[in-house]
């Protein structure tokens, strides 16, 4: 625990995130999943009642919607968020694949959007869920242009853990990679965080160089092949990602 953290605090989203992650958890599940009294679970979970953050089912008690409404005030702030949702729609559009836009926070990805074409496959992931930066390409084209010492900063706080048997956790090759990707101006993933999932992805930077996050898209590998993962769906990404940056800069 941090010098000056507020053990209540952590306790409250340590039972947030832990029903989040159960998708819904009972009072007995709950006090044995993180060794506290039952007695104390109760408290916790009555306080989360009554300011509506969590809501019981015949005993289970979910996630509350009010966490939506933080969540889209916090995506709301961001210029990035506004600027490129259009874009990333038309992108899902003209590919018929799944379309993305992902941001840094904490060391980890957030999905800020996700627009479906025609084909799109409807994988593990919504707006809002966290991943780690390294196993996607999303990931990779914002930590290929982060400092070193943030970068350094992350993958200490939040380790090189194995998605798959493709994810690199080797910090050297990883380092490599970045590098090729920075270089280059995009970055791929094949079936590094989802078996048999292949990704494209380019950084949106700042006039300043400052990364702002990400846009890429998804699809199963059969259709990722060759010339259209390598080459096509590149080219499209970049002319993209250029059309954001250029209407964050001038709006």
């Given at each position: 625990?941090?010098?000056?953290?507020?053990?209540?605090?952590?306790?409250?989203?340590?039972?947030?995130?832990?029903?989040?992650?159960?998708?819904?958890?009972?009072?007995?599940?709950?006090?044995?999943?993180?060794?506290?009294?039952?007695?104390?679970?109760?408290?916790?979970?009555?306080?989360?009642?009554?300011?509506?953050?969590?809501?019981?089912?015949?005993?289970?008690?979910?996630?509350?919607?009010?966490?939506?409404?933080?969540?889209?005030?916090?995506?709301?702030?961001?210029k990035l968020f506004d600027v490129a949702v259009p874009e990333v729609?038309?992108?899902?559009?003209?590919?018929?694949?799944?379309?993305?836009?992902?941001?840094?926070?904490?060391?980890?990805?957030?999905?800020?959007?996700?627009?479906?074409?025609?084909?799109?496959?409807?994988?593990?992931?919504?707006?809002?869920?966290?991943?780690?930066?390294?196993?996607?390409?999303?990931?990779?084209?914002?930590?290929?242009?982060?400092?070193?010492?943030?970068?350094?900063?992350?993958?200490?706080?939040?380790?090189?853990?194995?998605?798959?048997?493709?994810?690199?956790?080797?910090?050297?090759?990883?380092?490599?990679?970045?590098?090729?990707?920075?270089?280059?101006g995009y970055a791929f993933d094949n079936g590094e965080r989802i078996?048999?999932?292949?990704?494209?992805?380019?950084?949106?930077?700042?006039?300043?160089?400052?990364?702002?996050?990400?846009?890429?898209?998804?699809?199963?590998?059969?259709?990722?092949?060759?010339?259209?993962?390598?080459?096509?769906?590149?080219?499209?990404?970049?002319?993209?990602?250029?059309?954001?940056?250029?209407?964050?800069?001038?709006?």
């Open positions: 625990m941090g010098k000056n953290s507020i053990k209540s605090i952590k306790t409250t989203f340590e039972i947030v995130g832990t029903i989040q992650e159960r998708g819904g958890t009972t009072l007995t599940e709950l006090s044995t999943a993180l060794d506290i009294p039952t007695s104390t679970a109760y408290n916790y979970l009555q306080t989360l009642e009554e300011e509506e953050y969590v809501v019981s089912e015949d005993g289970t008690y979910h996630v509350g919607l009010r966490f939506l409404e933080h969540g889209a005030h916090a995506r709301s702030r961001m729609d038309k992108l899902a559009d003209q590919t018929n694949e799944l379309a993305n836009l992902l941001v840094e926070e904490h060391g980890r990805g957030i999905y800020l959007h996700r627009a479906y074409g025609d084909e799109a496959v409807k994988v593990e992931a919504h707006v809002g869920t966290r991943v780690y930066l390294h196993s996607t390409a999303l990931g990779k084209a914002i930590l290929a242009h982060l400092p070193e010492q943030r970068r350094k900063e992350i993958f200490e706080r939040q380790g090189l853990p194995n998605r798959t048997d493709k994810t690199v956790t080797d910090p050297d090759k990883l380092a490599d990679q970045l590098q090729r990707i920075e270089d280059r078996k048999g999932l292949r990704c494209v992805a380019a950084p949106v930077l700042s006039t300043s160089g400052r990364v702002l996050g990400a846009v890429s898209v998804s699809g199963p590998a059969n259709r990722f092949r060759k010339q259209r993962f390598r080459e096509e769906l590149p080219t499209k990404l970049l002319e993209v990602v250029n059309v954001i940056e250029l209407n964050i800069t001038h709006s």
